[in-house]
């Protein structure tokens, strides 16, 4: 009987370049951005604040990465999959590090296997979201 299998994971020297990229397009815009970078089971392996990025955004940037990980698909994304049902709606925002807002992606390799997730947080959705998959960019994944 086997009991452990290999899981693809993210290296240090991986997530490292991808938050370190992200805070460079961030700082390149002006914007002041909190990154993190997660594996797929949800442990934390990067994690950088710009000075002046808002303290609060640490813990969402975090849980951005965390909830991006834990289902595959970029944060955004929640609502247009819970659509019109209020029950889940008021079910999913009530857990604990689950964020249903933009900023958080997936980290995938070729094959559609996730690896993570990288989240942002501090300035705008769109901007947050722009600076995760610039992080992406530079080690070579895709959401």
Not at 45 to 58: N, T, V
Not at 73 to 79: A, E, L, Q, R, S
Request: proline letters at 3%; glycine letters at 14%; hydrophobic letters at 50%.
């Amino acid at each position: 009987m086997q009991v452990a299998i290999a899981s693809p994971g993210i290296t240090w020297e991986a997530a490292s370049a991808a938050a370190q990229a992200a805070v460079r397009h961030a700082e390149a815009n002006g914007w002041r951005i909190n990154v993190a970078v997660v594996t797929r089971g949800g442990s934390l392996m990067a994690f950088l604040r710009m000075p002046g990025a808002f303290l609060h955004s640490i813990d969402i940037a975090i849980d951005k990465a965390y909830t991006a990980a834990s289902f595959g698909f970029p944060t955004k994304d929640w609502m247009a999959a819970v659509g019109h049902d209020d029950g889940m709606k008021f079910g999913f925002s009530a857990q604990h590090r689950l964020i249903v807002f933009g900023g958080g992606l997936p980290m995938r390799m070729e094959g559609d296997e996730w690896i993570g997730g990288i989240g942002v947080s501090g300035a705008s959705e769109a901007q947050d979201e722009e600076c995760a998959r610039v992080g992406l960019d530079a080690i070579g994944l895709r959401p």
